[in-house]
């Protein structure tokens, strides 16, 4: 598929703040960047001293499930966010309820509106989970599967086969996932922790691992999420990927007991995690609890964002604008100078790109153009407004931004 021939006039780089440039891209792929570039291509694009980066990236969304919420009732949502998540559990098994009435039909509507505001918040590349388990069958999966052909070429999404409610716990689970795989599911998703015992945790792991290598998949796991110091999931999850040689090829979700890990324990993990190349995203405005990111970046651990959910059983607002997500980081991380908030952005972009296997996203010359064209200037007004870039190319197209919003029901 050709891209777009087109050149962004008096772009602002991160690096370079104090020039402007423009961006020729030729062919949907960035051709040159310089000063005042002497070349006419189809359209033009006048950044006027907006910032112009690579585009966001959103690597944790529980896709299937978006705008939910209305479909139960509010006691799963009490559950989650009470003090100290010990009822994270309980939560999870009140939104099982809303998969007694799944179905692709109904999903992929709500499925379209969330890739078309994601398109319209610049966010071109999405890791989304679809549960599979006894209630929800593969009609989640199937949704998604649709959805990703459908926006091909606008938002690229990566379709998790997630076994929600367990897989040891949840007899019939593991044959669903194989399923799933099996229609073209991307990845193999686990919940390890919430199984009963150690012992479940470990096997729960082990399957997910198996099916990985049957596969030649990534792994994405949500780990130890609930308020209980003795979770050890990721721990086990890391040690699997080092004895498998998974290297680089797992994610590692939520983490929310890490915050009340023993320092030399989280060091450990850490260490594990680097070793396994093993990144973590975390989604700090989804919870009352979350990973330790500052200590993990200081160990130079891969770190990044996600949106994680948008209006279901588990967080009631979202609308897949990454600068959203980061806005609320920085506040929930503290995170607020400026060396911090350029970290924050890296969170959103590069290093979610690079925990989804997409370290060749770039703003180089003889890279495919996944960019955003920003209204504001610097990272703090980017951060400080949050709002939809001035335009997005997404695989070397300029995404068209009006019809992404009627779609979305803007
Ligand atoms: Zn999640």
Avoid at 150 to 177: H, N, S, Y
Avoid at 339 to 364: H, K, N, P, S
Wanted: aromatic share 6%; net charge negative; charged share 25%.
């Amino acid at each position: 598929m050709a891209g777009d021939n087109l050149v962004i006039r008096s772009a602002r780089l991160r690096d370079h703040p104090e020039g402007l440039v423009d961006i020729a891209i030729r062919d949907g792929v960035i051709a040159e960047i310089g000063p005042a570039l002497g070349v006419s291509l189809d359209n033009q694009i006048d950044a006027d001293g907006g910032l112009v980066t690579v585009s966001f990236a959103n690597p944790h969304l529980h896709l299937c499930k978006v705008y939910t919420l209305l479909m139960m009732d509010e006691l799963a949502l009490q559950d989650y966010h009470g003090e100290g998540m010990g009822k994270a559990m309980t939560a999870i098994e009140q939104a099982a309820r809303v998969k007694d009435h799944y179905d692709a039909g109904w999903i992929i509507e709500n499925v379209r509106q969330a890739m078309a505001l994601a398109a319209h918040y610049g966010n071109t590349h999405i890791r989304a989970f679809a549960d599979v388990d006894n209630k929800a069958r593969l009609e989640g999966v199937k949704a998604l599967i649709q959805a990703r052909e459908e926006f091909r070429g606008i938002v690229d999404l990566q379709v998790v086969a997630f076994a929600q409610d367990g897989i040891v716990r949840e007899p019939g689970a593991e044959k669903l996932l194989r399923q799933a795989m099996e229609m073209g599911a991307d990845v193999v998703g686990g919940i390890p922790w919430i199984e009963y015992t150690d012992a479940d945790v470990a096997e729960h792991v082990r399957i997910c691992f198996e099916i990985a290598e049957e596969y030649d998949a990534d792994v994405s796991m949500l780990v130890d999420d609930a308020g209980d110091p003795g979770l050890r999931s990721l721990e086990v999850m890391a040690v699997e990927a080092l004895r498998r040689g998974w290297h680089g090829r797992v994610l590692a979700h939520h983490a929310r007991a890490q915050a009340l890990y023993p320092k030399p324990y989280l060091q450990k993990v850490a260490s594990m995690m680097k070793q396994a190349r093993i990144g973590l995203v975390t989604d700090p405005h989804t919870g009352p609890l979350h990973a330790r990111v500052k200590e993990l970046l200081a160990e130079d651990v891969l770190v990044c964002l996600g949106q994680d959910d948008i209006s279901d059983a588990y967080y009631p607002f979202g609308r897949n604008n990454m600068l959203e997500v980061a806005f609320l980081a920085s506040h929930l991380l503290w995170m607020t100078t400026g060396d911090e908030m350029e970290t924050i952005y890296d969170m959103i972009t590069t290093r979610a790109l690079a925990a989804i296997g997409r370290q060749d996203v770039r703003l180089e010359n003889g890279a495919e153009a996944n960019l955003v064209v920003l209204g504001q200037g610097t990272i703090l007004d980017a951060l400080r407004f949050h709002d939809a870039p001035r335009a997005v190319i997404s695989h070397g197209r300029l995404v068209d931004q009006q019809k992404m919003k009627k779609m979305a029901k803007l």
